[in-house]
Nanobody, 119 residues
């Protein structure tokens, strides 16, 4: 399984960015995808996730600091997860990582994409 993020960049506070995470390889048993972020000097933290239950229901999760501003979506035909980030704040500055979770619980990680929000 390969995970590749894209879409990061430099944006002013209040602006928007859309991150993409494309998964390839043996993806049949991938049942969840998540976004984490790591700011300089900080530990990696959870940002958002999307999961599909055994009955096919899709659930989305967000950390409190991004609720109402970030939106997860997925395009199954393209094996791609998107993170639409609106009303960005300087504290959103971080490297954003995508993780694809196998149904065994193992996470496949991407290389990360830098998001910088200027004040």
């Amino acid at each position: 399984v390969q995970v590749v993020e894209s879409g990061g960049g430099l944006v002013e506070a209040g602006g928007s960015l859309r991150l993409s995470c494309t998964v390839s390889g043996s993806i049949f048993d991938i049942n969840g995808m998540s976004w984490f972020r790591q700011a300089p000097g900080n530990e990696r933290e959870f940002a958002a996730a999307i999961r599909r239950s055994s009955n096919g229901t899709t659930y989305t999760y967000y950390t409190d600091s991004v609720k109402g501003r970030f939106t997860n979506s997925r395009d199954d035909a393209k094996n791609t997860l998107y993170l639409q980030m609106n009303v960005l704040k300087p504290e959103d500055t971080a490297v954003y990582y995508c993780a694809a979770t196998h149904n065994t619980g193992y996470d496949y990680w991407g290389q990360g994409t830098q998001v910088t929000v200027s004040s």
